[in-house]
């Protein structure tokens, strides 16, 4: 028999590529961190001698979710000025908060709170933007769960940086130093529309072609944001960035509540891909991403979180469900974003719109083996007609048991195997008392 690292035998695996395929009684075999095999549990027990073997008889094996859009640090601002507008929430709260306190050490703790709650739900890579981009990417190294990390840009100054010449010199810096990490790739992450103008943001698309990275950023968030850059430059956003040239398979536009049929067509033909943020969309009454539309254009939508304090959660089983509700509702179809499509959503679109999807985003041969295992076994999930069905439509985070990211186990058994839980609660603790304060 062949020897191999790990061995996972499961009641049910779904690989999401081919699509819509539930394979029963299989077994996923590791080995060197990657998926070598995918079989038949019967043959699996006879060809390979596995130094780790796990028997999961009512759970279903998946992709690890990819949180396509975080603002991680910011789980410390977690309900904090709940139940505002958009830019009284960011213009009267969040920012001033940020500019008192955001620090490394604010980074740092706010990470690694939102590195716990994503393990412990599902998810093995975030797609970051926020200050103290180093912090993020040293403490999901020290995690071990992958990362996209968003070198900022932004017009005006803060702690981070003094101007958009700074944060671009910044960011490839930090591009540099990352390179050789395994787990960790970089976007260039231009805030928005409104708060980078034109010439940085020529910079970044030369950059972006000339590294062969993606570009990150809000846009089309609200009709306020629309109707603003409307009146200052007779000019809606998706306009502007297209004659910059952005539009084009690296841009992943976050949010795009606010698409005509011509937008979603001009998406479509450039290659770009959205992210929709459906929970805090939601909660911030931003608008509707007319996911529908734009997934028949043939525009690639993956799914995010947006951070803790605007959604409340970095829960992307509860993000499948509310997308899958809400792309119904919107389109006016009960076909519309059927269960299997929003489970794309959270997995091989993110890889797609990341550049990630010969790596990950699905249980195929070769790629890392980003694996989640979620125990159907509870009542709350029985009976089980469709594994598919039930993960996206009944099941909770609670039932994600266990998760491996490139075949290092980070979730056993419910519990996180590389942070020290209890010291976390304690930093968020003291960070409570000030933030309140």
Not at 79 to 87: F, N, T
Not at 363 to 380: Q, R
Request: some cysteine.
């Amino acid at each position: 028999m062949q020897p191999v690292d790990t061995v996972i035998h499961a009641r049910w695996i779904i690989p999401v590529e081919p699509a819509s395929v539930t394979l029963e009684h299989h077994s996923l075999v590791i080995h060197d961190g990657r998926i070598i095999d995918l079989l038949p549990t019967s043959l699996a027990n006879s060809q390979y001698q596995a130094a780790t073997t796990e028997n999961l008889p009512d759970h279903a094996l998946l992709p690890g979710f990819i949180n396509s859009h975080t603002h991680a640090a910011m789980s410390l601002m977690r309900g904090i000025a709940d139940d505002l507008q958009l830019m009284d929430w960011l213009q009267n709260h969040i920012w001033p908060l940020e500019q008192q306190w955001m620090s490394e050490e604010f980074v740092k703790d706010g990470t690694d709170l939102a590195i716990a709650e994503m393990i412990a739900s599902g998810t093995t890579c975030f797609n970051d933007m926020y200050f103290f981009p180093n912090i993020t990417a040293q403490q999901a190294i020290q995690h071990g769960i992958r990362a996209s990390i968003g070198l900022i840009v932004f017009d005006f100054p803060t702690v981070w940086a003094k101007d958009s010449d700074a944060y671009i010199a910044k960011g490839l810096a930090l591009h540099d130093e990352l390179r050789g990490q395994a787990l960790i790739t970089t976007t260039f992450a231009p805030h928005a529309p409104y708060t980078v103008s034109d010439t940085p943001l020529q910079q970044v698309v030369s950059l972006a072609d000339e590294l062969d990275k993606p570009i990150h950023i809000h846009v089309h968030e609200t009709q306020h944001e629309v109707e603003q850059a409307l009146n200052e430059s007779g000019m809606r956003p998706l306009q502007r960035l297209h004659g910059l040239g952005l539009l084009n398979p690296a841009l992943i536009a976050v949010h795009a509540t606010q698409l005509t049929d011509a937008e979603i067509a001009l998406l479509a033909e450039t290659g770009a891909h959205i992210v929709h943020c459906p929970e805090s969309n939601l909660k911030l009454a931003s608008g509707f991403c007319p996911v529908a539309r734009c997934l028949a254009a043939g525009v690639n939508v993956a799914l995010g979180t947006d951070g803790a304090a605007s959604n409340n959660d970095l829960d992307m089983l509860g993000e499948m469900r509310t997308a899958a509700l809400l792309g119904k509702a919107v389109a006016g179809d009960a076909s519309a974003i059927p269960a299997m499509t929003a489970l794309q959503m959270a997995t091989i679109n993110g890889a797609r719109a990341l550049g990630l999807a010969d790596e990950i985003g699905s249980l195929s041969l070769g790629k890392a083996a980003d694996v989640v295992a979620i125990d159907l076994s509870h009542l709350e999930t029985q009976p089980v007609y469709c594994p598919i069905s039930q993960i996206v439509y009944a099941a909770s985070r609670q039932q994600v048991t266990d998760v491996w990211v490139a075949g290092k186990r980070l979730l056993k058994q419910r519990q996180l195997v590389t942070l020290d839980v209890e010291a976390l609660k304690s930093k968020i603790a003291m960070w409570q008392q000030r933030l309140a304060g």
